[in-house]
Nanobody, 121 residues
């Protein structure tokens, strides 16, 4: 069973920076996709950034400000958030997608518990 533990959230002023971390435990492969999502009150959960062996992708709203990276040796994915804005305020969730053949359990997704990021104006 895979578990994801996030850390690094908090309160920051607009223009500031935070770095989120998400460490996965269990059977993890470097080919598994990892990403960050966020959910503001009353809104749906949206993808912020994702990283796979093929590269990285970002939501338009965070391009040029956020950087996703991964340390496969530590099974950890990071989200460096710079030039934060009040509209970045949300609960941030880490997600892991595993792509496996059926005889190895099939495809699965796992979520972390979420970490609050609050940006004050």
């Amino acid at each position: 069973q895979v578990q994801l533990v996030e850390s690094g959230g908090g309160l920051v002023q607009a223009g500031g920076s935070l770095r989120l971390s998400c460490t996965a435990s269990g059977m993890i492969f470097s080919s598994d996709a990892m990403g960050w999502y966020r959910q503001a009150p009353g809104k749906q959960r949206d993808v912020v950034a994702a990283i796979t062996n093929g590269g990285t992708s970002y939501a338009d709203s965070v391009k040029g400000r956020f950087i996703i990276s991964r340390d496969n040796a530590k099974n950890t994915v990071y989200l460096q958030m710079n030039s934060l804005k009040p509209e970045d305020t949300a609960v941030y969730y880490c997600k892991l997608d595993q792509f496996r053949p059926t005889f190895l359990g099939g495809n699965r997704e796992y979520w972390g518990q979420g970490t609050q990021v609050t940006v004050s104006s």
